[in-house]
């Protein structure tokens, strides 16, 4: 086979996705007509990006959503270098894309090769008529375990309390909240996440695993003192709570306190997350096969992290990737993935089928390569996008 074609396409349609009922803390709120913006709105029609692959005429993979600058990049930069070559060469096509840019390391351009390296593991599942992780080497289970995470939903204590034990009703063993406060709103905002990480823990029981983000919003300073008024709940972690360059920050905050630090979403290839290893930076590997490398490089970080002793958890922007990635390898390693309960079903809205947790926790799709298919009755346009 010869790849033969590298599109990129935007579909449109109606759809009754919900904005957020409350953001999240974010690095910007550092000034304050940032910090006063409220939560995202709701809308009535959707967009979303896919790239697809295609090999002489027979298997097509696709992969997304993606982000419209992703989709440039892909157009732009990395299709010459992908007509032609035998798709089912990964390691030689991931290899070749890294190289032929120097600025590829992160960022939009490493985001791009993820999701090239993505739809060409669907091709070569649609190819050998096998679901991807098995392709992968699994399964290594027949159902992954989800943690339910919370973005977007009301911090009012009354409703994060009724929202947090009808969670653990539904079968979750484990859920995630975010911060909505950082230094800038002094103490009153500090207590208010104090609040926060105590009204779940209380609401939920002693039982079920409860995490916290800070989306970077944070300082090593205001995240120590943090830290020592709520290791008493014992979260399981808390995520993200400086910018993903400061590894000393993180470091620092690992020795003061007993809660595991989780990060990684904004962290990219297996020589960022070996970094923060070797800084003694990180518990919890958070790499996102849609951004970090693509799934190609998410197991090789998942070999890195086995050597460490540490887990990893994929951060769940969408679930595909993440989910046959996690079933294909040990649970030891890999022992949950993130399901975004507000907008993971909104990432899928112009799927076939849509994955969807049942009693906490998802089974791998059956259908060869990803499992992502479009529904045509859900799509009102679909624009060619170079």
């Not at 991807?132 to 943690?147: E, H, I």
């Not at 922007?317 to 390693?333: D, E, K, M, N, R």
């Amino acid at each position: 086979m010869k790849i033969d074609r590298v599109n990129c396409f935007q579909v449109s349609g109606r759809t009754t996705f919900q904005g957020s009922e409350e953001r999240q803390l974010q690095m910007l709120d550092v000034y304050p007509e940032v910090a006063r913006r409220g939560p995202g709105l709701g809308s009535d029609r959707l967009n979303a990006t896919y790239v697809e692959i295609g090999a002489n005429n027979g298997p097509v993979g696709i992969f997304g959503p993606i982000f419209a600058e992703t989709a440039f990049i892909i157009r732009e930069k990395l299709r010459s270098h992908l007509l032609g070559k035998d798709p089912m060469a990964g390691e030689y096509i991931w290899d070749h894309l890294y190289r032929q840019d120097r600025h590829a390391r992160k960022g939009n351009q490493m985001m791009a090769i993820s999701a090239i390296d993505n739809a060409l593991w669907d091709l070569r599942g649609k190819a050998l008529g096998l679901p991807l992780y098995r392709l992968l080497g699994g399964p290594s289970r027949t159902r992954v375990d989800c943690y339910a995470s919370m973005l977007g939903h009301s911090l009012e204590p009354s409703r994060v309390r009724e929202r947090a034990q009808a969670i653990v009703a539904l079968g979750y063993r484990a859920e995630k909240w975010f911060f909505r406060h950082g230094p800038s709103d002094g103490l009153a905002g500090m207590a208010r996440n104090v609040e926060l990480v105590r009204t779940v823990r209380e609401a939920v029981g002693p039982d079920i695993e409860i995490m916290f983000d800070f989306f970077m919003g944070g300082d090593a300073t205001y995240v120590i003192r943090l830290a020592e008024q709520v290791e008493q709940y014992r979260p399981r972690w808390i995520e993200e709570p400086v910018p993903p360059d400061r590894i000393g920050d993180f470091a620092q905050i690992r020795r003061s306190t007993n809660i595991p630090l989780a990060t990684g979403e904004h962290e990219y290839t297996r020589w960022g997350f070996l970094t923060l290893l070797q800084n003694e930076a990180i518990d919890v590997i958070q790499a996102d096969p849609d951004w970090c490398g693509g799934i190609s490089e998410l197991v090789k970080i998942g070999t890195l992290a086995s050597a460490y002793g540490k887990q990893v958890i994929p951060h769940g922007h969408s679930i595909h990737a993440a989910l046959h990635s996690i079933a294909s390898q040990s649970p030891a390693t890999f022992p949950m993935a993130e399901f975004l309960l507000r907008h993971a079903p909104a990432k899928q809205h112009f799927h076939t089928e849509l994955l969807l947790p049942e009693n906490g926790s998802l089974a791998p799709p059956e259908a060869p390569g990803l499992g992502i298919a479009l529904d045509p009755a859900k799509i009102e346009s679909r624009v060619e996008l170079g």
